[in-house]
T-cell receptor
Framework: DVKVTQSSRYLVKRTGEKVFLECVQDMDHENMFWYRQDPGLGLRLIYFSYDVKMKEKGDIPEGYSVSREKKERFSLILESASTNQTSMYLC?????????????FGSGTQLSVL | RKEVEQDPGPFNVPEGATVAFNCTYS??????FFWYRQDCRKEPKLLMSVYSSGNEDGRFTAQLNRASQYISLLIRDSKLSDSATYLC??????????FGTGTRLQVFP
């Protein structure tokens, strides 16, 4: 069974901390994505990656960075966490022909920044 | 205007009813469209893909109207297990899947 695994289900951090959210997929997918989901705002794309060491900004990249050193792993980094980054973070992956393929999502990380 | 718009609901319907949701999108270049289902506190999962005028899968029918730039999802013979949030997702260009805020469906006995 295909799998996208996010390292933590719940995370509590303090303002100003550096936060790493890890995502691993076992499907040999080229494309990986980070979304955040907030009530009333839906899923918003933060960053995505087509390939190892490649990254593209999504709609709300401010305050975030990403790293993709290996094909199966895509990390989201909050350099200095702020309270407005409290959210549900969802990682997803898809195959090469992204427009014809569905996204597989991880189960999400609920991040609280205090 | 939002890129993808959905009525947030909730739509409260009895078991056995037929219910339809609409989703409008602003990017006329979008070619592929998807409906995802998201249960409470769970990740979204693909329900249906729509590449041409429509698609049908059992009790679920998705239709695309390119001229008016909307897609619809019809659910026939609603089940209690259909209760969820339904997310509309068109591809913005060739690589970015953009989601609506979702329509919440509650099916009651």
């Amino acid at each position: 069974d295909v799998k996208v695994t996010q390292s933590s289900r719940y995370l509590v951090k303090r303002t100003g901390e550096k936060v790493f959210l890890e995502c691993v997929q076992d499907m040999d997918h080229e494309n990986m994505f980070w979304y955040r989901q907030d009530p009333g705002l839906g899923l918003r794309l933060i960053y995505f990656s087509y390939d190892v060491k490649m990254k593209e900004k999504g709609d709300i990249p401010e305050g975030y960075s990403v790293s993709r050193e290996k094909k199966e792993r895509f990390s989201l980094i909050l350099e200095s966490a702020s309270t407005n980054q409290t959210s549900m973070y969802l990682c997803a992956s898809s195959g090469l022909f992204a427009t014809n393929e569905k996204l597989f999502f991880g189960s999400g990380t609920q991040l609280s920044v205090l | 205007r939002k890129e993808v718009e959905q009525d947030p609901g909730p739509f409260n319907v009895p078991e056995g009813a037929t219910v339809a949701f609409n989703c409008t999108y602003s990017n006329s270049a979008s070619q592929s469209f998807f409906w995802y289902r998201q249960d409470c506190r769970k990740e979204p999962k693909l329900l249906m893909s729509v590449y041409s005028s429509g698609n049908e899968d059992g009790r679920f029918t998705a239709q695309l109207n390119r001229a008016s730039q909307y897609i619809s999802l019809l659910i026939r013979d609603s089940k209690l297990s259909d209760s969820a949030t339904y997310l509309c997702a068109p591809y913005r260009n060739t690589d970015k899947l953009i989601f609506g805020t979702g329509t919440r469906l509650q099916v009651f006995p």
